[in-house]
């Protein structure tokens, strides 16, 4: 059983930063990829950012430069460091795993991020 708890999220001020934690219950590099996902209201989910075992990252266009995904292997936790936050980044942030060698995915129970404009 995986289990991924995210936090990290509130309200925060257009401009303004925030850091989402993904805490896995067991080791990250047992995870092929993981990623942030979000969900605004109305909104399909999309994808945010990912980050391999090997460390390799990518990120959506409408987040790169502003977002970091980042990994503490030792403490078994993904973050989405954010900065330059806005309103349209309002959202349900959501992390996901990825497990190839069973193989089988894995979803936190999201975290709130308001933006005020």
């Known amino acids: 059983q995986v289990q991924l708890v995210e936090s990290g999220g509130g309200l925060v001020q257009a401009g303004g930063s925030l850091r989402l934690s993904c805490a896995a219950s067991?080791?990250?590099?047992?995870?092929?990829?993981m990623a942030w996902y979000r969900q605004a209201p109305g909104k399909q989910r999309e994808l945010v950012a990912t980050?391999?075992?090997?460390?390799?990252?990518n990120y959506a266009d409408s987040v790169k430069g502003r977002f970091t995904i980042s990994r503490d292997t030792a403490k078994n936790t993904v973050y989405l460091q954010m900065n330059s936050l806005k309103a349209e980044d309002t959202a349900v942030y959501f992390c996901?795993?990825?497990?190839?060698?069973?193989?089988?995915?894995?979803w936190g129970q999201g975290t709130q991020v308001t933006v005020s404009s």
């Open positions: 980050i391999t075992s090997g460390g390799s990252t």
């Open positions: 996901n795993a990825v497990r190839s060698v069973v193989p089988d995915n894995y």
């Open positions: 067991r080791n990250i590099f047992s995870f092929t990829v």
